[in-house]
Nanobody, 124 residues
């Protein structure tokens, strides 16, 4: 059974940093693309950052480009999201998602496995 567990969220002041982690189990982690999404209250879930199964390519939403960085440690079956220069607009529940192939896509429907999320709150 595939499981994804996010951690690392919390309350931070604007301009601060957080590092989210997503630990996976139940599948050969290194073969598959992974992404982070977020959902703020009253808004739709949106793509934040993604990484291909080979780790060669990374992808970012325009709103976080230059501030966030996605990475993965295949030995630990974990993907990370380093978030710097956080803004109140980054406040949301952050989810990690695992694809069924190594190819990246930004559409939420492409991902078959999801964690339960970790809350990030950025105060002004």
């Amino acid at each position: 059974q595939v499981q994804l567990v996010e951690s690392g969220g919390g309350l931070v002041q604007a301009g601060g940093s957080l590092r989210l982690s997503c630990a996976t189990s139940g599948r050969t982690f290194s073969n598959y693309a992974m992404s982070w999404f977020r959902q703020a209250p009253g808004k739709e879930r949106e793509f934040v950052a993604g990484i291909s199964g080979s780790s060669v390519s990374t992808y970012y939403a325009d709103s976080v480009k230059g501030r966030f960085a996605i990475s993965r440690d295949n030995a630990k079956n974990t993907v990370y999201l380093q978030m710097n220069s956080l803004k109140p607009g980054d406040t949301a529940l952050y989810y990690c998602a695992l694809a069924a192939t190594s190819v990246f896509r930004s559409a939420a429907g492409y991902y078959g496995y999801w964690g339960r999320g970790t809350q990030v709150t950025v105060s002004s």
